[in-house]
């Protein structure tokens, strides 16, 4: 066993690369693979792009809770859905939504059988507005989209008058 090792070991000797590189294999293999070939994928992080879709509503509109119209207001994962239960049924209702990042989000706004739907471009500073009389005693707001850790959500439901 340890002459066939022995002549292994002078085989790949003899059949080596020539003697200005000689660096050990691993090291090789280190010294060529950090140098980066591909580009680096940016991390996101949710809670900032939360923050910042948040901030993009608070400019277009009050996010007060003690406004009478106000009906709710939070933040979307996706995919994602808040239920409310505690809307009336035959209530005109404005759903706004922002949305912060890279690609797109489609925003549904459901009360029984009323249905909205909204797609927002996330790498532009505006909003998504969805207008529904709610059909039941609950109001669903989802978020959809492909790029889920790249996108940040926020939306405030508010009664129309």
């Known amino acids: 066993m340890a002459a066939v090792v022995l002549l292994a070991g002078l085989t790949?000797?003899?059949?080596?690369?020539?003697?200005?590189?000689?660096?050990?294999?691993?090291?090789?293999?280190?010294?060529?693979?950090?140098?980066?070939t591909a580009r680096k994928t940016p991390r996101y992080d949710r809670e900032r792009l939360e923050t910042e879709?948040?901030?993009?509503?608070?400019?277009?509109?009050?996010l007060d809770s003690d406004d009478?119209?106000?009906?709710?207001?939070?933040s979307l994962a996706i995919p994602g859905l808040n239920l409310d239960e505690t809307v009336e049924s035959g209530i005109a209702l404005r759903v706004e939504v922002a949305c912060v990042g890279e690609?797109?989000?489609?925003?549904?706004a459901v009360s029984g059988t009323a249905k909205k739907a909204e797609r927002v471009d996330c790498t532009r500073p505006m909003t998504g507005r969805l207008d529904i009389t709610t059909?039941?005693?609950?109001?669903?707001?989802?978020?959809?989209?492909p790029?889920?850790?790249?996108?940040?959500?926020?939306?405030?439901v508010r009664r129309v008058t």
Do not use: H, W
Not at 135 to 145: G, K, R
Not at 147 to 156: K, L, P
């Open 12 to 36: 790949m000797a003899c059949s080596g690369p020539p003697a200005a590189s000689k660096a050990p294999q691993s090291q090789k293999a280190t010294s060529s693979s950090a140098v980066p």
């Open 53 to 62: 879709a948040r901030n993009l509503l608070s400019r277009t509109d009050q």
């Open 68 to 74: 009478a119209d106000f009906v709710s207001s939070g």
């Open 103 to 108: 690609g797109t989000v489609t925003f549904t």
């Open 135 to 145: 059909a039941e005693t609950s109001l669903a707001i989802q978020a959809d989209s």
């Open 147 to 156: 790029e889920t850790e790249r996108v940040g959500t926020a939306y405030v």
